[in-house]
């Protein structure tokens, strides 16, 4: 089993026909994702070749829904559209909408989350995030899919490049699903979201949670693994050596004072009976020793 993502799961790709989109799509597609066509406003009609496989471009969201039964979006679509483009997929009621653009306006993320939430239908992934791959199933945005197989590890994880790194470090164990939620200060999926997913999958044994310095939400994901995840849990909190006050790539990542500090976080993990690394590398062999043992 998988959480959100499944080879079931049917995707289009809003923004198909840019460079970006159709270099992810021809990736997505050798993953064995079931894309089912593209959506770019104006370009309705048209025919796309990738790779030999041949699909259909539409005007919006809703007519490729109607033409092909679509279930999930993943967005690759420069920031001053995104927001028309998530407004699109919540208005066809897509069950999944993966938003891989960085650098939107955070007024027009803090739109179409209010909007998506409102309407109740649509899950948001993203945006500013890698996506999310249920290995040998489905793979729904630019996370490389020969890092690691399925397996009965469950992974949410702010940070692109750590995702990657962790599905490589145990490989040897694999993944029910990998989730990228993303790093900006307004995301569509929380840890919490993902915690409670992977608790409820039979087939997720336990749980990896990357987190990094910034905001309160790992403390609020130590508070709900308390109250309701049974399953062991490791967690690395990115940022231990990062100065005060500065920003650290990701728009969500500032340490204010003393609030949103790796050791706070980690402090706070910990109290819940999650087990920190201080690396990556020593996070993995801690969920590797729990594994085994």
Known sequence: MAIFLNKES??????????????HTKRMLAAGTKIVGGVTPGKGGQTVDIDGTMLPVFNSVSEAVAATGANASV?????????????DAVDAKLPLVVV??????????AAFFAYAQSKGTTRLIGPNCPGLISPGLSNVGIIPADITGPGKIGLVSKSGTLTYQMMYELRDFGFTTAVGIGGDPIIGTTHIDCLRAFQDDPETE?????GEIGGDAEERAAAFIK?????????????????????????????SGSSGTAAGKKDALEAAGVKVGQTPSETAAIMRAILKG
Do not use: C, N, R, W
């Open 100 to 109: 891989i653009t960085e650098g939107i306006p955070v007024h027009d993320t």
């Open 206 to 210: 336990a749980i990896v949670m990357i």
């Open 75 to 87: 967005v690759f679509v420069p920031p001053k559209f995104a927001k028309a483009a998530v407004l």
């Open 10 to 23: 049917k995707v289009i790709v809003q923004g198909m026909t840019g460079s970006e989109g159709s270099k």
């Open 227 to 255: 109250e309701y995840v049974t399953k062991p849990v490791v967690g690395y909190v990115a940022g231990f050596t990062a100065p005060e006050g500065k920003t650290m790539g990701h728009a969500g990542a500032i340490v």
